[in-house]
């Protein structure tokens, strides 16, 4: 096991060099830089060439990618040129990935034991009014744009509403940041987890009708042993299988998520700040942040694979 | 052995689909005493497990559905207890070993997890006590090494040993039933034999009675005193194990016999096939249900299913000709007279 840890943590930089090459090409041949959009349209060519120079973006692709990468070997990722000017990436990151972090943890804390509770309950009463019911919701879950939520939401919980003399709410902030135990994290985290809920219901659901139907089920009930046994012992057990697959997905899809919920309740975390670099072409925040997101997800899908081994005794690692 | 154990009715069980009410079940009655091996012989469908599935209420209903039947065990109607009566007997006054060992242990569990949870719950066993017993079960069942293997997982078995485990589970509680189903069907010739002779040995052991359910009449021919054969839901023929290999009285038990290869045959004599399928269960005939694939047919057959009649000691037939096929059934059988005689 600790053999297979290792050689799947050296292929890391492989992976790395791999991602950081395209990133950094993209970033250097894609149309626009940084300086361009710092000066403005209306600068005078030679000025804005001028600046280029300062920072170095005139040199050759391979140039710039070497200096890059030995300054990243030595923790320095560059600085920031439009909208922190003077600001280290990685002093930028270290305060804003907590932030993406802790969004991301209470939205998979609320929404991953639901899905699966629910998921277990629809499988349990498959074809009842209650599966019909969390089924249809599944689906409103998925299809449901975080473009369409986020005002109604918003409309419903930051508003006073106002019934004759009788009045309710408002409810929740609908911005800001002050930590994950502040109501401020509510709607964002709520928005974010919807689809973690109705992915995990779904896949949950369809685990468990899978599983109780398996021989070994009906070799559980032959034995006498009560539902609970069979369903927590025998069934719930194997049905974790598929899910650990794509809990690994589910993540990096949060991480996606958080892009545009972050930018929509002005939470300073990565996903805002890698919006706010990509508009303005700050190409060292994308590297820094492409990377560290490779990185995060090689890890996730590393945990995932020793998960597997826990999970499922027939998978060992040689 | 004299006492009467299990006592079934009449037991029909049906299964609602889409294309119609499928009838797996057709009115099965029969008695199993303690301590007595009862063979259940039939081909796929022809209702053997799921009768006894019914019998352990294990079938799940919706879509299942048990419009008549008794089963009387000790007194007892199963079919009226509550589901937490129902599930206090299971596993511990009737044990059920299912066909396939490699999907019926769960794989993500241990042996001994898999045998002690039984233990702990039916005879109130602590863990430590439930582990003793379950090392004396494998050591029962022949595994060697008992005592290590507890720890292990179902992949770390071969089928023969799977088989032996689930052997164990289902006598863990000393059940006075043990439902077989089809228990060698997945394994290889040698690994059958080995297990029948476990069992063999067990029933010696323990005195538990027996159900076999099986479509091989090999198998069940050195293990069982009474033999019932199925044939789509209804019990066609039932004897003593001897009689009814030395007289067969139905045409589908001939066809079954007949159809067996024979190592004492001098010359190369060609099987016995039965032609044709069994009827369609949602569409059931008027008439007997092996009428199509019948080769002693007659017109009363076609308008009336025949009833088991007594055709002999302890020998029940459901079929209106059997004096035919105890006249005929020798050339179906290719055997002479010398066959025939009386061991």
């Known amino acids: 096991m600790a053999a297979y840890v290792v050689r799947r943590l050296l292929w890391l930089p492989v992976l790395l060099i791999l991602i950081s090459l395209v990133t950094f090409a993209l970033g250097i041949y894609g149309p626009g830089d940084p300086v361009q959009v710092l000066m403005g349209l209306h600068t005078r060519p030679e000025i804005v060439d001028q600046v280029r120079k300062e920072y170095g973006f005139d040199q050759p692709f391979v140039i710039q990618y070497l200096n890059y990468v030995s300054n990243a070997l030595r923790g320095n990722f560059g600085y920031s040129v439009v909208k922190f000017p003077g600001q280290s990436v990685s002093d930028l990151l270290a305060k804003r990935f907590p932030v993406t972090f802790q969004l991301n943890l209470v939205a998979l804390a609320w929404s991953l034991p639901l899905g699966i509770a629910l998921g277990i309950f629809s499988a349990l009463k498959r074809k009842s009014w209650f599966d019909v019911f969390i089924r249809a919701l599944v689906i409103l879950g998925i299809s449901l744009p975080v473009i369409g939520l986020q005002p109604v939401l918003t409309f419903a919980m930051a508003r006073k509403h106002e019934f004759g003399t009788f009045s309710i709410g408002p409810f929740l902030p609908v911005g800001g940041w002050k930590g994950m135990f502040a109501p401020e994290v509510i709607l964002p985290a709520f928005i974010l987890g919807l689809g973690v809920l109705a992915v995990f219901t779904r896949q949950t659901r369809a685990a468990m009708i899978e599983v109780m139907t398996s021989d070994f089920i009906r070799t559980a009930r032959a034995k006498g042993l009560k539902e609970w046994m069979v369903v927590g012992r025998h069934a719930l057990r194997n049905a974790l299988i598929p899910l650990v697959t794509i809990i690994g997905f589910t993540i990096a899809g949060l991480f996606a998520g958080s892009f545009i919920v972050e930018q929509f309740y002005g939470i300073p975390g990565v996903g805002s700040l890698a919006f706010d670099a990509l508009t303005s072409r700050e190409y060292y925040i994308i590297m820094a942040f492409t990377l560290i997101a490779a990185t995060v997800y090689v890890l996730i899908n590393l945990l995932i694979d020793i998960l597997y081994a826990f999970v499922d005794p027939r998978i060992r690692y040689q | ?343």
């Open chain 2, 1 to 343: 052995m004299g006492n009467t154990l299990l006592d079934v009715r009449n037991l029909r069980t049906e299964f609602v689909t889409q294309d119609g009410v499928v009838h797996a079940v057709n009115g099965v009655s029969f008695v199993i005493e303690e301590g007595e091996t009862l063979g259940l012989v039939g081909e796929s469908g022809s209702g053997k497990s799921v009768s006894m599935l019914t019998v352990m209420r294990l079938i799940p209903i919706p879509p299942g559905r048990i419009p008549s039947g008794e089963v009387i065990f000790q007194g007892q109607d199963l079919l009226k207890l509550s589901a937490e009566e129902m599930r206090q007997i299971r596993g511990n006054k009737i044990a059920m070993v299912f066909q396939d060992p490699m999907t019926s242990l769960n794989p993500v569990l241990t042996i001994g997890t898999q045998i002690t949870e039984a233990l702990e719950l039916h005879l109130g066993m602590t863990k430590d006590k439930a582990r003793k017993r379950a090392v004396e079960l494998l050591k029962m069942v022949n595994i060697p090494e008992a005592e290590r293997r507890l720890d292990d997982y179902p992949h770390q078995f071969s089928g023969g040993m799977r088989q032996r485990v689930m052997i164990a589970m289902g006598l863990s509680c000393s059940p006075q039933l043990l439902i077989a189903d089809e228990p060698t069907t997945a394994l290889d010739v040698t690994i059958q034999a080995q297990i029948t002779d476990i069992v063999k040995r067990l029933k010696r052991e323990l005195g538990m009675a027996i159900i076999w359910i099986t479509h091989d009449l090999g198998v069940i021919a050195g293990l069982a005193d009474r033999i019932n054969v199925m044939y789509s839901g209804f019990i066609v023929e039932t004897a003593p194990n001897r009689e009814m290999f030395a007289n067969p009285l139905h045409p589908y038990t001939v066809g079954l016999l007949g159809s067996i290869p024979r190592l004492d045959e001098g010359k190369r004599e060609r099987l016995t096939p039965i032609e044709g399928l069994p009827p369609d269960l949602v569409n059931m005939p008027v008439g007997c249900p092996f009428y199509d694939r019948c080769s002693f047919r007659t017109q009363k057959c076609l308008e009336e299913n025949p009833p088991l009649m007594s055709v002999g000691v302890k020998h029940w037939s459901a079929c209106w000709n059997y004096e035919a096929v105890r006249e005929r059934r020798d050339e179906i059988l290719h055997r002479t007279t010398r066959d025939v005689a009386p061991a």
